[in-house]
């Protein structure tokens, strides 16, 4: 799980661990996510399922895409699909993946890069490994979150960023026991390269063995944790590859390696988000996410009309 990294964390800048008057986030859950496939068939592992909506806004999903090692002919993507009324977010740890859309946007991500695309009105869009990878076949792994966007904002014109590896936020713990990848979002005055429409933040970290990272939270934002790889603790809480750790109310959080790790994984793996509440009704329907069944007709409507662009000639 290379993502990006640095031969020594402790030339980064640090984060502070908060204040003695910082109130700890309990644990108010840990959830196992169930197996699936998506697309063409490659393997996912459904992050928030079975989470209540009122502790994911504004997030909506999250896919785990891999951890698979493909043989020559196999690498799957996904065919040419629709979204409308949020963002998806990609998130490469190893291999590559070709992104194309409708409006223009796309490019080749590569471990370490995200692709940002803002569908909102709606577009057109595939995700496909090359030919290059098809034929030799190897390691696939990444994730795909789905963040909601505000009514204000659900048919604002489509965006794509391209968010290279190189140009993440680098930064280590106070001890220097955790590399923290920001990808959005602020910790502690260090601000992520991702543009938000809704306030959130996304941290890749890795743990060493027995360290322990804590974090100033806003106190306005929700906490969630992602185990990629590896075992650890949230609180009083152990979680692993898979699991999701839901926080409560508070102004920090911290996570905590286990002192011994697996042979493939000799670190914790884990992905770190919070995001500010929208508040809104949210109605989702497959690919559309909108305020109201009325809202969610008329996109598929819309699609069905070909009002969401089309399948570049050639595709």
Avoid: C
Wanted: charged fraction near 20%; avoid cysteine; hydrophobic fraction near 35%.
């Amino acid at each position: 799980m290379p993502a990006v990294t640095v031969e020594n964390p402790l030339t980064l800048p640090r984060v502070a661990r908060p204040g003695d008057g910082a109130a700890p986030r309990p644990v108010l859950a840990v959830s196992t996510a169930p197996s699936g496939f998506e697309g063409e068939g490659f393997p996912v592992r459904r992050a928030f399922a079975g989470i209540d909506y009122q502790h994911l806004d504004p997030f909506i999903m999250m896919d785990q895409m891999g951890e698979v090692e493909y043989a020559p002919g196999e690498p799957k993507g996904t065919p040419w699909h629709p979204h409308r009324g949020f963002e998806t977010v990609t998130y490469l740890i190893d291999g590559t993946f070709v992104h194309q859309d409708s409006h223009g946007g796309g490019g080749t991500i590569n471990g370490g890069d995200t692709q940002w695309m803002t569908a909102g009105s709606g577009l057109l869009h595939i995700e496909a490994p090359p030919e290059s990878l098809v034929v030799s076949g190897g390691l696939f792994h990444g994730l795909q979150l789905w963040v909601n966007l505000p009514r204000k904002d659900k048919l604002m014109p489509p965006k794509y960023q391209d968010i290279g590896g190189g140009n993440v936020t680098l930064l280590t713990s106070h001890d220097g026991g955790a590399l923290l990848r920001v990808i959005a979002g602020d910790v502690d005055g260090h601000q992520g390269p991702g543009r938000t429409h809704t306030p959130i933040v996304m941290i890749h970290a890795t743990l060493n063995p027995g360290a322990e990272l804590t974090l100033p939270w806003r106190s306005d934002f929700n906490a969630l944790a992602y185990g990629l790889a590896g075992g650890g603790t949230a609180g009083d809480r152990a979680f692993r590859t898979g699991q999701s750790v839901v926080f409560g109310k508070g102004d920090s959080i911290t996570v905590r390696a286990d002192e011994s790790q697996e042979s493939r994984s000799p670190n914790f793996e884990v992905v770190l988000l919070g995001g500010q509440p929208i508040r809104e009704p949210m109605m989702q329907y497959g690919p559309f996410v909108m305020n109201t069944r009325a809202e969610l007709a008329q996109a598929f409507d819309d699609f069905k009309a070909g009002r969401l662009g089309s399948v570049p000639a050639g595709q």
